[in-house]
């Protein structure tokens, strides 16, 4: 890994989805320790008023929002030393443009993958909250950033737990690693008691607090496979090698067993200013605004076998994997637009997985060595999950 950070100065960070879940919280790191940061770019969706609040506090060069409307309203209660922008071009301005050292990419969904390749082809290291980058085009970005000698740290609190523990091991010394599943709002059901689950209740996670995608996601442990096929390209790691263990707590954030059979496990409250925060700081560690780990005060931790009959999108997430090419990318795609008709009350909650398993079946993997090919079948899934009855 390059870009180590001298302790005494001052770091440069943009954040792409600055309104969302992973942003308020990032820039809650921040503020706990201001006279480390400095904020260059601030991206968000349609959330003006939340925005335009961030940038009079943190005073970045560049704004950016998604629709010219948006950034309009905001430029107009904005000071005029803040650049204000929007759309595509907006995005890839604030990654690659403010001359950020670190751009913390924590936009929901594929729209997150071009703002990434900028970022790393400007040479910034890259805080990864945004799991559809590299599932969607791992093979892309990982080599893009070899060539670039520049850093992905993971800001996941699984892939971060990951990246603490593997750090000063030998990769050819891991037997496997072992991502930790909280299982989302519906753990204790049966899939019987599944058909009916509404939106509010697969919203309701037990342990985070996290974007409404994602709880879903959660819910499903399509997010689990996500994190499988990043896992994967991470760390170079083989999906025989890549394990799940259901553990209800979260507190262990996943684990790393080695050949003479150690295990490295990282623990931490579920709050994810921790990961975050180690994002900010590596190789350094930091004071942390989130609360200490008391385990007395647990008690006991909990874990269960991974069962992937109960969630077939697991079980399609390590087939898609397996299967290399364009299945993963069609994978999520497919997930991202079945979340959004669930979320709309369009389609049931275990329609999810039939739509994703109806889109892996109508769209056999295929190379993608683009990102250009990447966003047109992107586009093309979607449209297709859209069209369903």
Not at 11 to 27: C, E, F
Not at 99 to 121: D, F, K, M
């Amino acid at each position: 890994m390059s870009h180590s950070y001298k302790e005494d100065r001052m770091k440069t960070i943009s954040i792409l989805g600055s309104t969302g879940s992973i942003g308020t919280q990032t820039l809650d790191v921040i503020r706990h320790d201001p006279e480390r940061y400095r904020v260059a770019a601030l991206a968000a969706g349609g959330n003006v008023e939340l925005l335009v609040q961030q940038a009079l506090e943190f005073r970045p060069s560049v704004v950016s929002l998604a629709t010219k409307e948006a950034a309009e309203r905001a430029a107009s209660m904005l000071p005029d030393g803040i650049r204000v922008l929007h759309g595509e071009e907006g995005l890839i301005e604030a990654a690659a443009g403010a001359g950020a050292e670190l751009v913390v990419t924590a936009l929901v969904g594929s729209r997150g993958i071009r703002s990434t390749i900028a970022a790393i082809e400007a040479g910034a290291a890259v805080g990864l909250a945004n799991k559809e980058t590299l599932v969607a085009a791992g093979h892309l970005v990982t080599k893009l950033a070899e060539a670039r000698g520049v850093s992905i740290l993971p800001v996941d609190s699984e892939h971060s737990a990951i990246f603490q523990c593997l750090n000063g091991e030998r990769r050819a010394d891991v037997k496997k690693i072992t991502l930790t599943a909280s299982g989302g709002a519906f753990r204790d059901r049966t899939r019987a008691e599944l058909k009916d689950v509404t939106v509010e209740q697969a919203l309701a996670h037990p342990n985070w607090a996290m974007g409404a995608k994602v709880t879903v996601d959660s819910a499903t442990m399509a997010n689990k496979g996500l994190e499988v096929i990043e896992a994967h390209w991470l760390y170079a790691m083989p999906y025989e090698k890549i394990d799940v263990l259901l553990h209800p707590e979260s507190i262990i954030h996943s684990m790393v067993e080695f050949t003479d059979n150690s295990v490295i496990a990282q623990l931490g409250v579920p709050d994810m200013r921790i990961p975050i925060q180690y994002a900010l700081t590596w190789p350094e560690r930091r004071p942390s605004p989130a609360p200490a780990l008391d385990l007395a005060a647990i008690g006991r931790l909990h874990f269960r076998p991974m069962d992937l009959e109960r969630y077939p999108c697991l079980r399609m997430a390590y087939e898609a994997g397996r299967a290399g090419g364009s299945a993963p990318l069609v994978f999520n795609a497919a997930n991202e637009a079945a979340v959004e008709r669930f979320l709309r009350g369009e389609i049931a909650f275990l329609e999810i997985e039939d739509t994703i398993a109806a889109m892996l079946d109508r769209f056999p993997p295929e190379p993608v060595d683009t990102y250009e090919a990447i966003a047109e079948l992107d586009a093309r899934v979607r449209r297709e999950v859209t069209a369903l009855r």
